[in-house]
């Protein structure tokens, strides 16, 4: 029997029980009944209120599209498997006194598909009592507002860097040109004082560019209007002009930063600006977080027809919560820049997407030591 037969057949059970309650009045009542919550969009299920735990009875087929459980792995058990460790949410404390006041309620949950995906639950729940008013069931209607959750966090992410992000550099700008007006007239020979307040206005102009190209960067991957090209590739120059890029950077927090790669290396199949993007971020974020004094290393090999890089540093390392969330949308880790450098937390959610996109892979370890390890892996040509 398949999923959707076994959701009928299910229905037809819970239809039964309910049936003293429903008060349907009409022969034809439980087979509408029965067609409009088959059909219906949003996932439907019901709870048994009289069993302990509180056992699911019934699912719909847009339940298990929603969350890709099957129909024989959900039944029999309680909905917090949605969950996954995340009970503490403000919105199922709503959710757990609507059920001892026996009353409805709507939320907004935090869940987990099958797979570990995340996805934004806008959950309706209400009781269902007998004619003598004892509660025996609850019915729940669950909606993916995914999307509308995210659009609603973008809002939220512009109108912070619009608010700070953009502001406080733009603020530094508006201080140092002031005082390069008040300290440089006409005429007046360019010393090292001045080279500083201009090398601030650079400074602050590049890290409201980066934050500005992120955000672009981000809804032109939402909206897939992403353009992306293909062609064979040398690795190691590509990272070589990306770490002379940051020379100047590295030094100023005296890091040491070095390549080390075999002689040869195959090339790969990429996309020459968006890979350069991806080693870009890589690189400067791991100059960004580390102290001073310390070193950046690059590593390149090749294993099974794939290339891979490394991108290793001697800083703090990541969490256990940043490893989970360290490619997400607007993520924000614990550690933060060693000499106070801006982030738009949206680099390396990009650059996922963009290795993707390639054909390609990014992910990050602990360093067994000190420091984290971010790496990619590509195609050969």
């Excluded at 001892?100 to 598909?113: D, I, S």
Aim: with cysteine; proline share 4%.
């Amino acid at each position: 029997m398949g999923d959707t037969d076994q959701s009928a057949a299910e229905l037809r059970r819970a239809i039964d029980e309910l049936h003293l309650h429903l008060a349907a009045g009409d022969p034809q009542h439980d087979q509408l009944l029965e067609r409009a919550i088959i059909a219906s969009c949003s996932g439907i299920t019901i709870a048994d209120a009289r069993l302990p735990d509180m056992p699911l009875i019934y699912t719909n087929p847009a339940f298990t599209q929603i969350t890709g459980y099957t129909v024989a792995e959900v039944l029999g058990r309680n909905c917090r498997f949605l969950h996954r460790g995340e009970g503490d949410q403000p919105g199922l404390d709503e959710v757990r006194r609507a059920m001892r006041e026996q009353r409805e309620c709507a939320v907004t949950l935090r869940n987990y598909r099958k797979d570990g995906s995340l996805f934004w639950n806008e959950l309706y729940l209400a009781p269902i009592h007998d004619d003598g008013g004892i509660l025996t069931h609850f019915i729940g209607i669950q909606n993916d507002v995914t999307s509308r959750v995210e659009l609603e966090e973008a809002r939220e992410f512009f109108f912070q860097v619009a608010s700070h992000d953009l502001k406080s550099p733009l603020h530094a700008i508006r201080l140092a040109a002031g005082t390069f007006g008040a300290i440089a007239p006409v005429g007046t020979t360019v010393d090292e004082r001045l080279l500083g307040v201009l090398e601030t206005i650079a400074k602050r102009t590049r890290e409201m560019q980066g934050i500005i190209d992120d955000y672009l960067d981000l809804q032109t991957l939402d909206a897939g209007r992403m353009k992306m090209s293909s062609a064979p590739l040398a690795l190691n120059r590509l990272f070589e002009a990306v770490l002379e890029s940051n020379a100047e950077y590295a030094a100023s927090k005296r890091i040491e930063v070095h390549q080390e790669c075999p002689a040869e290396i195959p090339p790969v199949q990429a996309d020459d600006r968006k890979l350069t993007q991806v080693a870009q971020n890589l690189i400067s974020n791991a100059i960004k977080f580390s102290p001073s004094d310390s070193r950046v290393a690059v590593r390149i090999s090749v294993d099974d027809q794939r290339a891979r890089v490394e991108v290793s540093d001697e800083g703090p390392g990541l969490t256990e919560d940043d490893l989970r969330k360290v490619f997400g949308k607007f993520s924000r880790l614990s550690n933060k820049p060693t000499a106070g450098e801006k982030s738009s937390g949206l680099g390396l959610h990009i650059c996922k997407r963009l290795m993707e996109m390639q054909g390609g892979e990014i992910g990050v370890v602990n360093n067994s030591d000190q420091g984290a390890t971010f790496w990619i892996t590509l195609p050969l040509a």
